[in-house]
């Protein structure tokens, strides 16, 4: 089932889950069909491309940077940021 499917943006040498928010607000998105959306990420507004699969700080896209929805794995850095290995 969709249960089981979370939301990451990539970091060096893997991959991040997002936040639980901004998570919850992906996955609204991507079931309601929309192309893209825009969170807030400490503070900045950033670009979730659900077509192209990427994200982007919108006023300053300086890195772009991959996404993918993937069944919850434990290979995952952490939670926004926050370490879990
Ligand atoms: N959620 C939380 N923080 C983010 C997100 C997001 N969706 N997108 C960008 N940032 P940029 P390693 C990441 C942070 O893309 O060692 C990780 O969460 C981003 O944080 O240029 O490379 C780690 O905290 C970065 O600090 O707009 O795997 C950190 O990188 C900052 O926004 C290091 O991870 C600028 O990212």
Request: charged share 30%.
């Amino acid at each position: 089932s969709d249960d089981n499917m979370e939301w990451q943006y990539e970091g060096r040498n893997g991959w991040w889950l997002y936040d639980c928010r901004t998570s919850r607000d992906i996955h609204k998105a991507y079931k309601a069909n929309e192309p893209s959306l825009e969170v807030l990420v400490a503070g900045f507004v950033y670009v979730i491309d659900l077509q192209r699969m990427i994200q982007y700080r919108r006023l300053d896209p300086n890195r772009i940077r991959r996404i993918r929805r993937q069944p919850l794995d434990p290979t995952t850095k952490g939670v926004a940021g926050l370490r879990t290995q």
